[in-house]
T-cell receptor, first 108, second 116 residues
Framework: GEDVEQSLFLSVREGDSSVINCTYTDSSSTYLYWYKQEPGAGLQLLTYIFSNMDMKQDQRLTVLLNKKDKHLSLRIADTQTGDSAIYFCAGRDDKIIFGKGTRLHILP | DTEVTQTPKHLVMGMTNKKSLKCEQHMGHRAMYWYKQKAKKPPELMFVYSYEKLSINESVPSRFSPECPNSSLLNLHLHALQPEDSALYLC???????????????FGPGTRLTVL
């Protein structure tokens, strides 16, 4: 089955870019996702990428997929205080498998 | 309307109580999910309903009993829970689970459950 790994913590200055990295094991995942969870809230889907794509951009968000290395990243440009949250990478096998989440902390 | 609603927001119950969590969506989605999330952990899938039929049960103890009365509603009946069942219970829905679809799941805000 799918296994998804990501670093647990990232600290970034306001206005800089944030890059959150993720690795996965199952190359048969057809879709890979990024979800955001703010304190006390449910998960919000930020974006997803189909496995035959290398890159997807949506406003401040850029997703890069390296299938050879099974590596997925989420870049947030011009990071704002409202971006402070936990970001979950997820892959889809028969069901969605979440990574442990990366807590993004914004420094003033 | 891209909202999944869950009630109640908070629930405190004793180990002998029976309670129910409710979830509702009006997006015409035909797949609905229950997840359990402990603090500082990712969500763990509990149940999946597809076209109102239970399609995945992730070996969840029988003290948790799901019900899908219609395509818009999903319930989770709770009975004889243990303190370790205290968690955030998240409901989600997606259009359907046909292969080839992104299965984009929309999550509700969750019910924070405390079992005393």
């Amino acid at each position: 089955g799918e296994d998804v790994e990501q670093s647990l913590f990232l600290s970034v200055r306001e206005g800089d870019s944030s890059v959150i990295n993720c690795t996965y094991t199952d190359s048969s995942s057809t879709y890979l996702y990024w979800y955001k969870q703010e304190p006390g809230a449910g998960l919000q889907l930020l974006t997803y990428i189909f496995s035959n794509m290398d890159m997807k951009q949506d406003q401040r968000l850029t997703v890069l997929l390296n299938k050879k290395d099974k590596h997925l990243s989420l870049r947030i440009a011009d990071t704002q205080t409202g971006d402070s949250a936990i970001y979950f990478c997820a892959g889809r096998d028969d069901k969605i498998i979440f990574g442990k989440g990366t807590r993004l902390h914004i420094l003033p | 309307d891209t909202e999944v609603t869950q009630t109640p927001k908070h629930l405190v119950m004793g180990m002998t109580n029976k309670k129910s969590l409710k979830c509702e969506q009006h997006m015409g989605h035909r797949a609905m999910y229950w997840y359990k999330q402990k603090a500082k952990k990712p969500p763990e899938l509990m149940f999946v309903y597809s076209y109102e039929k239970l399609s995945i049960n992730e070996s969840v103890p029988s003290r948790f009993s799901p019900e899908c009365p219609n395509s818009s509603l999903l319930n989770l009946h709770l009975h004889a829970l243990q303190p370790e069942d205290s968690a955030l219970y998240l409901c989600a829905s997606s259009q359907d689970r046909a292969s080839g679809n992104p299965d984009t799941q929309y999550f509700g805000p969750g019910t924070r459950l405390t079992v005393l």
